[in-house]
């Protein structure tokens, strides 16, 4: 796009956009509906900075965070394992402490955690709400899962489809879990997917987990629907630390991963209800009508037919709006279109049924 | 981003994007809000096809339109001026008829229109809302406008400032102005635009007009603030075509041309009110506060301080927030900063004056 | 990237880029090496335009042409299949003889040619290097055949996939066949491959094609590893006519189809060695070592391990260097890994073997 | 693009290019041609990490040039400002020690420096090639200088133009110039360019130094025309510390920063002759001739006519082909367009002067 005008003989190349952007001042909003009267907290609750393996200095994190739209993170570096130790003497509250002010200017719900570190199994825990970190720095594993109790923290265990050769339930996850000291269960972590941690979440109503797990600083200018963090939606009654808790107690949570939302039934089919709108039709023979969707969400919504009317696969993409054709019935007032949102996943190999009603009054 | 799962030992890579654009099948909305009880259309009136020195064939531009988030449009290929004679016959009202069908399925308003073609001055005029465009293809000008206007045509100047050396205003003008055969003119034509053309606009009350002009194929696969066709923002009582004809006689216009928006006082004021949203801002120390900025519109709105509060200069990045830190006053209530839009432009070297509102209640 | 200076009071934003690109001035050519001592050339032999059943006016095809690095062109409206005949008159010979004045000033190659068309089976084939179109227009297929093998045609079939339900071999393409009346076929076409046909071509050493039969307008502004048009990559002796027809008569082509290449193995395995240039390695450890290696193609080049040494699977980016590490035998001067190309298919079912060379001296 | 086959019945979508830039293991080479018998390294020397006020560990830095297509880097962090060091204890040495090995994997260059910071006037200074940061860590500048000379450092002054209100050359910089404890100068820092320096540059014969000066994370997934960080061309006769040396105190250098390469006039010419190719013209009607000019470099060149042929304006897209018109006398054999490329500037308000022959025998 140019635009000439008299009088300019010095032309100046401004690139606005890297200019803003690189400068961290920008962000666009990651776009899901609030639902069944909850606000929807996009939240990133695994990440680490240079006090332990991560790669960043604390306030990174949440201009990370900022820049990407998100609502509320947590800093969880590891308690057992620093490698920078030699420059970093171990200090496990600094990253919250040195990130605070930062994340209060940028609007960001900072939450004090920490990741309870042990060989597969069992595996690494992230313990969230945390007053003091210190106290979760002992030799045995309970006894870190105790302190983080007696803190009431909210403990979830991160990627358990990790170290393949060693995975799987074991007691020792019976105990956390019987103690209440395992409430979540990441059904994805970075951009891995772990089917059996689904089942085993939606078997034993543990609440699905999915966080970014970073190491290395964040390279998005935004959140796109192409290239995102994994990130979790959290369904609160308000954005406040308690209201948060309470949600992820609850189970109130998906997961979004790459193409894919992953979570409850009744979650995923309301986000879908919310983000769709159907247009009424334009009836160009016939029976034949042009229908247009808009998605107003930040997903790619992949559509499968179940039943005998509408396209056989139907991509609505991500903030805009698809148009399709179909048959129907010509005398109908309306009609509905069955089918199978194919990446809404509500079991390891299962899609979130739909039906799309069409107004042909 | 990678999505590993188990068992798939076969990738396949599907760039559904492209896929899905390259079908034609998908658009993103255009952003702009609407205004004062009004709907904002968003309106292209002047372009070609293969039935004058156009390139593409009718339905195309439909695609097109349609792909790019456009409401209205009207075809307006040449009366006299048809370089494709030899393999395509004269056939003035082809191109609506043709194109006809294809607008109905894609829910575009389609209008008949012609562009009146003459050496500058006087220029080229496009006539809009025909029955018929046979009446119009005259040896004499005036009589073009007469069997135009017989039809109750909407009929605008469309490119004033072209030709640089034939230029200006001449006594045809004021004859066709003095006429109403000429109630609008193109204060920007593709991405060129005409100061004068605006400035007359403004002294004799004519609508501000702005069209892409396209003759080669639109390479856009949707509209974007940093790349979009110049069009009209029309504001009218709801998508009809009285209802934008009247909209068109009563000058409600405004014209996105790059980075700029070009129109009345009051209709830039009134798009910047809805499009803008400012957060209630957090005070970090005394006299200091961190505000967000929402600009829920398709343009980067570039702003310059006029008052003494405030940062210096600030694009608010189209469909994004924006955040910045200012001292205000600690005991006010309320902040007020003082800025000019520098790219909303009520005259040909004059941006609108706004006020930004913070509540520090 | 800001670049401030003194005295800027007004910034002009210049969308350069773009600018440049819609005026379609500017060209990014297509990497594919030259091999065997012959000349790469890109070629689309298949594309439509408003003289059938296309949407653009013949020139906009070399426009496009141009604009994403092809050197040959062959626009192949269909003989039989007019449906703007109402509006423009048939005239086999006027596309070609229409684009030819721009396709000299842009030095894209145009060879005459034409799509013969009829039900599947036989299905459609298009006949190359014509002098004059109007012969093949015949009741007869055969007819059609033997006044384009008159002319010295050559003749391929362009989608033997296309219709699944009338698909296959029949004995009327055996007759083509044994009168080499069908010298090529389309292994594939548009976005779509046929396996069957790639089987169809090694068997019966028929020239491999693969074009974009596009009949819109192109959307593409350049060519690019992730979007691109299906073409045939045709090595020749050099940039002529006749040295085309030869090529295409002896089959030395491959064809570009998304991110893959499909061809004799004999002139995949030459481009991928000219491709790709491995690094002398750094040794980090005892047996461990570094190893670059670029990418000139515009291909992205996915190896899988077959041997024992190096990563399981490698992306080699397009125009790209690409760095992994490797454990190799201490004491050895070389080191050879095993690899198979996926996306250079030799075969229906089967990738390109090489063998990277790393030099350990 | 789309690639369908018979029986994939479940699609994976797979974000390739982005999976493999996050994983940071591919990187698109810079574009600048080896002149004049030298090789062309792209060096940025001027870098921040955690250990003085920026915001990654030092690793990072070697990864982001990695990926970015740099030769040599050298972190530069402050002697005298450690904000972080309640958290991080001084250790001066560190960041070179910490980013060496990666370094090596990487075929990264890494130069030992440190940033002498003082209140402006004087100013800021890096001194590279040292062995040891720890003997500059003194109270007078001129003892650091001393300690720096000592260890036969390379040493620049980094941004003269900072802070406006007290810049300007004071006595100091005239001992620093006459001791050789400063032999470069910023014309450019980060994203801004300062024509004094580039000035005092051409005057005093101080080699012409431009560095990105990052605290931040590097955004850039890799270095493109439109985005890259600001950086030297350095000429060297070898990729090698000695030689980098040889040529930082020869004044081999040209710096890059946004749309403009900065330099001395022999160099800017070189490097504009190897990156600019011109095509034998076609000769369309008498006297016009269409140009193509390919130029393999990453920047975009923008030239202006001086002499009387050729076109107004032209930009040479990066890494692109141009095609334009002219008019050329009929019965030449040669002719030869005057023109200046803007954006190479061997002055502050200087562009380089050029002449492009075109051969029409």
Redesign the interface.
Known sequence: ??????G?LF????????????A??????INFPDILGYKTLKCDLHMHT??SD????P??RV?EA?REGLDVISITDHIEYQP?KQ???T?HN?PYD?AL?RA????ILLIRGAEITRETPPGHFNAIFLQDVNPLDTEELTDAMKAADKQDAFIFWNHPGWKPEHKGWFDIHTTLYENKWMRGIGVANG???Y?EAHQWALEKNLTMMGNSDIH????E??TSP???RTMILVFVREKSVPALKDALVEGRTAVW????LIGKRKYLRAIFKKSVEI?KP?R?YKGTV?V?I?NHSDI?I?IGRVGKQGPGTL?L?A???????TKVDEAAEEAELSYVVRNFRIAPDKGLPVSLKIDLK
């Open positions: 796009m140019r635009i000439k005008q008299r300019v032309v100046v190349l401004v690139h606005l956009l890297f200019a803003a952007l690189a961290g001042q920008t962000k666009r909003e240079v006090f991560g790669m960043v200095w306030t990174v201009d900022w920078h420059d970093i003497p200090n600094r040195i002010g209060r200017e940028r609007n951009d891995t997917y089917p290395q600083p964040a390279l200018r935004e192409e290239n995102h991963l790459g193409n894919q247009s334009y160009s042009w247009e808009k790619d992949e991509t993409a903030n805009a709006t698809t148009i399709f054709k």
